[in-house]
């Protein structure tokens, strides 16, 4: 199912349509490898569903992996390959807006509006995946970054509550290693494109982001300098394992999975609690900003200008939208539907911790990029470039003055937005 781009190609070139029938309209749908091989064939067993239930449309289903996509697409596009429509990471439709390859998705927002089923979806979800006030994107699911932590850990350094800021966390941090508990007792994905992704959860505990709303760069703002002190403060403490620079969110499950450490940032997986029941997730902690790291993070299913047939992949759209918990419950992939109905599905109501998401997390979640609130084309290259994830690591491991260091930094990023 998942095909490298050189097939890709040759598929789109060269192979004939296998629809039943001349007079069926062919689109093609790129969808990324969001959970697996497991999930890649619910989610091609749900197009063949689609296929099935009407005459007039044919749904090519390709599977898309990780690794260089958003060269994949934008080599596809610019090469005239057959991309009607696709899945992708929470800025990839605004990235692609910017060269104007993305079809608007208001006619499906009228049809859902006529139909009074709009409220369906948080007004939020949809508002991240406009441009100008054009629906440019469909929110289909949120996955949400916590902070988790080890309850018998905390119990055993004589704690009977998690740490409510970030003060308290460096002071538990300090307590858990002093008392033996475990000698590194924070870890957080700082690899690849993870470091930038992980940061933003803990610079907006301190009230600030990398942006401001108007898209000025404030990395080297004194809130941002006191959250690169504070995990410099960690590093130098001996709170953070050694090789901190090449922990990629596989690693530091890992690490958290087997007690090396307390506490972990990253994923919200429910599966988590099913073979770690003291694992436990962080509630939202709520002031003028959060206390404690949590985002949300919205992705979305886009169309393209380059479509012949934009009714039919329309048509598509929708239907998928409404159709597609499968990919939740048979495709056992670990993130929350943006339909507020699909969290009916006894897969969120019996599991605790979708349970906690859904009540406690996401209404006190906030956009990824805040104080910024709408997405924006350059996040994508921001994320693949990482310049804050490159930063915090020298950060971690050299002398050099944070001033710096964050005005280097502010720097690249404002070379990035032009």
């Not at 629809?19 to 309209?25: D, M, P, Q, V, W």
Request: with cysteine.
């Amino acid at each position: 199912l998942v095909l490298s781009l050189a097939c890709m190609m040759a598929l789109s070139l060269f192979t004939v349509a296998w629809a039943e029938g001349a007079s069926k309209t062919e689109i093609h749908f790129w969808d990324m490898l969001w959970g697996g091989e497991i999930y890649a064939e619910a989610a091609k067993k749900l197009v063949d569903e689609f296929n099935q239930s009407q005459n007039e449309i044919e749904v090519v289903y390709q599977s898309i992996p990780w690794a260089d996509y958003t060269q994949a697409f934008t080599t596809a596009i610019a090469g005239g390959m057959q991309i009607d429509c696709s899945t992708g990471s929470g800025a990839m439709q605004h990235f692609f807006e910017k060269t104007d390859s993305i079809l608007t998705l208001d006619p499906i927002i009228e049809m859902w509006k006529e139909e009074g089923t709009l409220d369906d979806f948080e007004t939020y979800a949809l508002d991240q995946m406009k441009k100008d006030g054009v629906q440019i994107g469909i929110p289909w699911q949120i996955q949400s970054k916590v902070l988790w932590y080890n309850e018998k850990m905390l119990a055993d350094a004589g704690y009977d509550r998690p740490p409510q800021s970030l003060v308290e966390l460096y002071d538990y941090c300090v307590t858990i290693k002093e008392k033996g508990v475990c000698d590194t007792p924070y870890a957080f994905p700082l690899a690849m494109d993870q470091g930038a992704l992980n940061y933003l959860g803990f610079a907006q505990c301190n009230g600030t982001g990398i942006w401001d709303n108007d898209l000025n760069v404030i990395i080297d703002s004194p809130e941002n300098e006191k959250t690169f002190r504070f995990f410099r403060d960690m590093m130098q403490a001996g709170l953070l394992p050694e090789d901190v620079a090449a922990l990629d969110q596989t690693l530091v499950d890992g690490l958290f999975k087997s007690g090396k450490v307390a506490f972990a940032y990253g994923a919200n997986t429910a599966a988590l609690v099913e073979t770690m029941p003291e694992a436990k997730m962080m509630d939202p902690i709520m002031g003028d900003y959060q206390a404690v790291p949590l985002q949300s993070i919205v992705h979305a299913i886009m169309a393209y200008k380059i479509t012949k047939s934009p009714e039919a992949t329309y048509t598509f759209i929708k239907w998928w939208s409404e159709n597609n918990l499968p990919l939740f419950t048979e495709g056992k992939f670990a993130a929350i539907p943006a339909r507020i109905s699909f969290r009916q599905d006894p897969v969120f109501t019996e599991n605790p911790i979708y349970e906690q998401t859904i009540e406690n997390l996401l209404p006190n979640a906030i956009p990824r990029f805040w104080p910024r609130l709408e997405l924006f084309a350059q996040a994508q290259t921001f994320f693949a470039e990482n310049p804050v994830g490159v930063s915090l690591q020298e950060a971690l491991l050299t002398d050099r003055p944070i001033p710096e260091i964050l005005a280097e930094c502010k720097a690249t990023v404002e070379d990035m937005m032009q």
